[in-house]
């Protein structure tokens, strides 16, 4: 019994010296902190990997910032998401340019010709805007001339790159739309809708009877006929003020209807298009085409 004491009071301190021995050292260098440490092995927990940021440098850069992958473009376009957008193009649905695309990542260029259905589309926002043109501006996007152009009174009205749709010459005033629409601005400008334009007309002198039956009958002006559909006296006003509901879309075909009878037209201004009219839009202002403005043009 006391052999066995000795031994076990023999192993603890021998165990107590070696424990003693292993804290000395530690007293001579402190522990360092686990989360300030450089070990080169070091790794983070899994779970909190996913919140590390990259570096500037480590982010995916991309060689064309004009270019735009062309789900993205189509889901841009409100057509459907971009997975969806992917289905569509596996299925063949998609062209750009003419040519059927139905490669996985393939990257467009806004100014490509993308085509959906058969249909023509645009990233682009859809922008309508109206315009009350005032004289001495020309429906043009520049002038080498440096004159004043309509660009300029609707410069902020949109970010988007809008066009507008028709013209009137520099001395008509009156509404003009403008938009990014390109579909839409074909349709309104294409005879075979036959949009209708309401114009005030002042004439130097009274427009007589025998004449405005002729115009109303149609009659043929420089080998082409003519075709007005509603010409009448302004309501209290003198037999010089004349208003003129046509569908054509000839150049300045108003004021040559005018001239083909010996009248000289000193006031031109459009007061209906397609619908829309001048109510509450100052001369040289514009305003945005509420959504129930919009579905009625796309009703045309």
């Known amino acids: 019994m006391t052999t066995k004491s000795n031994s076990s009071r023999g192993r603890q301190t021998s165990s107590t010296n070696k424990q003693t021995k292993k804290g000395d050292s530690s007293f001579d260098k402190p522990k360092k902190s686990f989360s300030k440490s450089k070990d080169k092995n070091f790794r983070p927990h899994p779970e909190k990997v996913k919140h590390y940021k990259k570096k500037p440098s480590e982010q995916p850069v991309n060689s064309n910032p004009d270019e735009i992958r062309l789900n993205k473009y189509i889901a841009h376009a409100g057509i459907c998401s971009r997975r969806e957008a992917d289905t569509y193009i596996k299925s063949g649905s998609v062209s750009v340019n003419g040519e059927i695309i139905t490669e996985m990542g393939y990257k467009v260029k806004l100014e490509d010709n993308v085509q959906f259905g058969g249909d023509s589309i645009s990233p682009e926002a859809k922008q309508y805007v109206l315009l009350n043109k005032p004289k001495n501006y020309i429906t043009t996007m520049d002038d080498e001339r440096g004159r004043k152009t309509v660009m300029e009174l609707v410069q902020n009205a949109a970010k988007e790159r809008i066009y507008p749709v028709g013209r009137l010459d520099r001395l008509t005033t009156g509404l003009l739309l403008f938009t990014n629409d390109g579909e839409m601005a074909k349709k309104l400008t294409h005879p075979k809708h036959q949009v209708k334009k309401l114009y005030h007309v002042t004439l130097d002198k009274k427009l007589s009877m025998k004449d405005m039956q002729t115009i109303s ?31 054509s879309g000839r150049n300045r075909i108003v004021r040559r209807i005018f001239e083909h009878f010996n009248y000289k037209v000193t006031k031109l201004d459009r007061v209906i298009f397609a619908g829309l009219t001048k109510k509450d839009l100052p001369r040289g202002r514009f305003r945005h085409l509420n959504q129930q403005e919009i579905n009625n043009l796309k009703m045309i």
């Open 217 to 247: 009958d149609n009659f043929v002006l420089d080998g082409k006929m003519v075709f007005v559909d509603t010409i009448t006296y302004v309501d209290n006003k003198p037999r010089n003020e004349i208003g003129v509901e046509i569908h």
